[in-house]
């Protein structure tokens, strides 16, 4: 069996070769986060707001969940565009599945449940000049956290469908994820965990999204931005983001970009990074990965804007 990239290590390379600061840009404050997790160890992450927001201003929240060996700072410039747009932005690095762990990778109802300790942490702990209007809070989330978001919305996905799938696709790369590192004892029938907070979901070229069926997101009626991928060939259609679509109880925004690949959700590579790290950074025929980003994140931003912005 040919062996997957290791995505894991390609993301810590992104982290450290990427040429984005670790301070944001002069109108966004970013501020380093960790928060407890219960009994389990601490997790990392970064919180963005206006620079010049007013002590005492409830802003809304938008929480970011990143995909399979990714890190808290991997849509940095989604965070950046929505802050400057007068939104609150948390992200965080999911425990287990990371750039320098993955050892929870194929554990994914962890993930909704970090999400919302950290929707509980930035509501009920987090210090900061501005307070979280706890009644417009939105998440969003690509690939693995794409479909982090589905379900931390109230989505119920039935893992069992992962088996039928990767019989019938064992080439696909959550397949071959699962063959590598194959699920805990008991993960398949993992409880899920919702939070009823969330208002509103982006979802970019979300996984797993064969898993959901209508029953499994008859409970997502929020307004959900939906986005897919035409050259994709690490979650080919029609499994995935179609997949969601078809399946939402309401018609979602739905984005399909013929000429984008899976990662052109993320933002250009430095130089040193597109050497070290091509399957994350090779260029997408026909796509212009800047000009691409810039329209992705306006359309995210206006998608908020326009689901909670106002209340």
Known sequence: MKRLPHLARLAGLALTLS??????????????????????????????????????????????????????????????????AGFMVAALTHTGDNYRDQSRATDVAERPRQLKVLIDHMVSTWKGPAVVDADRIGAFGFSSGGFTVLVAAGGRPDLARVLEHCQANPGFYDCRLVAEQPPAAGALQSPWVNDARIRAVVAAAPALGYTFGQDGLAAVTQPVQLWRAGADRVLPHPFYAQAVHDSLPTPPEYHVVEAAGHFDFMPPCSPQLASAAPFICQPTPGLDRAVFQDDFNRQVVAFFIRTLAQK
């Open 19 to 84: 040429t984005t600061p670790v301070l944001a840009q002069s109108d966004v404050t970013l501020e380093r986060l960790t928060f407890a997790d219960g009994a389990g160890p601490a997790v990392e992450g970064g919180v963005w707001y206006p620079q010049d927001v007013a002590a005492g201003t409830a802003l809304p929240l938008v929480v970011i969940s990143h995909g399979n060996g990714g890190s808290w700072s991997g849509h940095a410039a989604t965070a950046e565009a929505l802050a400057r």
